[in-house]
């Protein structure tokens, strides 16, 4: 089965750091492009908030671009989410998600729409 497994959330004060892992099994993860996405109580999935492709081609959205940085390790089928400078609307269950790069490849970032979820890691910002 295809899985994707988040983890790395927890508390931490505003101005402060987290590093989020996502592992996948059950696919190619060579094959499948990567993205986060996050949900706070009451409100709408936001995201994708970054992507990251096979290759390592980026994507970034403007509410985190200079303070968050998806990564990847195609060996350990793992991705990840390098969060600074983390604020109290950060807070939310942070979730990741794939797709097969061919779908990036033939309607480009903005275009895609993911396949397959991870149930997501919460991140509580404190002031």
């Known amino acids: 089965e295809k899985q994707l497994v988040e983890s790395g959330g927890g508390l931490v004060q505003a101005g402060g750091s987290l590093r989020l892992s996502c592992v996948a099994s059950?696919?190619?993860?060579?094959?499948?492009?990567i993205g986060w996405f996050r949900q706070a109580p009451g409100r709408e999935r936001e995201g994708p908030l970054c992507?990251?492709?096979?290759?390592?081609?980026?994507y970034y959205a403007d509410s985190v671009k200079g303070r968050f940085t998806i990564s990847r390790d195609n060996s350990e089928n793992t991705a990840y989410l390098q969060m600074n400078n983390l604020k109290v609307e950060d807070t939310a269950a942070y979730i990741c998600?794939?797709?097969?790069?061919?779908?990036?490849?033939?309607?480009?970032?903005?275009?895609?729409?993911?396949?397959?979820w991870g149930p997501g890691t919460q991140v509580t910002v404190s002031s």
């Open positions: 059950g696919f190619s993860f060579g094959n499948y492009a």
């Open positions: 998600a794939a797709v097969d790069d061919f779908e990036v490849i033939t309607r480009g970032f903005r275009g895609v729409e993911f396949d397959y």
């Open positions: 992507i990251m492709s096979p290759d390592g081609s980026s």
